[in-house]
């Protein structure tokens, strides 16, 4: 019997914590002076500007989360949900999984759907993309330095001093060049590595497996603030 998590609970348990902390970025600081303080009588701005990429992002998850849930009991043919704030539905959605997890295509949306919010909602408060380590070894400079950067579903190779045997590669011009493996490429990769794709497309999906079980990706991504 499999403990592995379901990839879109672990992305909705990161929006359900860090959401809110998005409301407590637009609220003034303590050293705001309210509009009309000003000793001449006319209306001043506010010490620290409103972040407009943050109303911007409540925005955008709000509706979001509005509409997914909306769109699985459509699915479900279940009654149209009840008005409630984004936990309130974000909790709903949850309880909803093992049966989306019934209808593969539907799955694979809601998945989609709450990595994208939950990784806007993560970049919004400034935390940085988390490379994860992965299995196998490197197929041009044989070295283990293989790692998977979520937010572009991409493979690099780290190392440094990586060579190719092709003649025209930017790696022999360039010393940033890392050489790369979109997700398209990763069943080749595998195969090339002997590595496990299934490693791979956990840590794209937000879960690693440890010593202690599955991990969620990045020490703030992960509600660890």
Request: glycine share 10%; net charge positive.
């Amino acid at each position: 019997m499999s403990h592995r998590p379901d990839p879109a609970a672990v992305w909705f348990g990161i929006l359900l914590r860090q959401f809110p902390e998005l409301h407590q970025e637009l609220a003034p600081s303590r050293g705001a002076r309210p509009l009309g303080g000003g000793h001449s009588g006319r209306p001043t701005a506010p010490a620290a500007p409103i972040r407009l990429f943050v109303s911007d992002t409540i925005r955008d998850i709000t509706d979001g989360v509005v509409e997914l849930e909306e769109a699985v009991c459509e699915k479900l043919r279940l009654p149209r949900p009840p008005r409630g704030t984004v936990p309130d539905r974000l909790g709903r959605l949850v309880a909803l999984l093992d049966r989306v997890a019934e209808r593969p295509v539907l799955a694979d949306h809601v998945r989609g759907e709450a990595r994208r919010m939950a990784r806007r909602c993560s970049l919004a408060l400034g935390d940085a993309e988390s490379p994860v380590r992965v299995g196998g070894r490197c197929p041009h400079c044989d070295s283990v330095s293989l790692r998977v950067f979520p937010h572009r579903e991409t493979v690099l190779c780290v190392n440094p001093g990586c060579r190719c045997a092709t003649s025209d590669c930017g790696c022999r011009t360039d010393a940033a060049h890392r050489h790369a493996w979109a997700r398209a490429e990763w069943q080749d990769l595998a195969e090339t590595t002997a590595g496990d794709l299934a490693e791979l497309t956990s840590a794209q999906d937000g879960v690693r497996p440890g010593p202690e079980g599955l991990h969620r990706l990045g020490s703030k991504g992960a509600g660890a603030r």
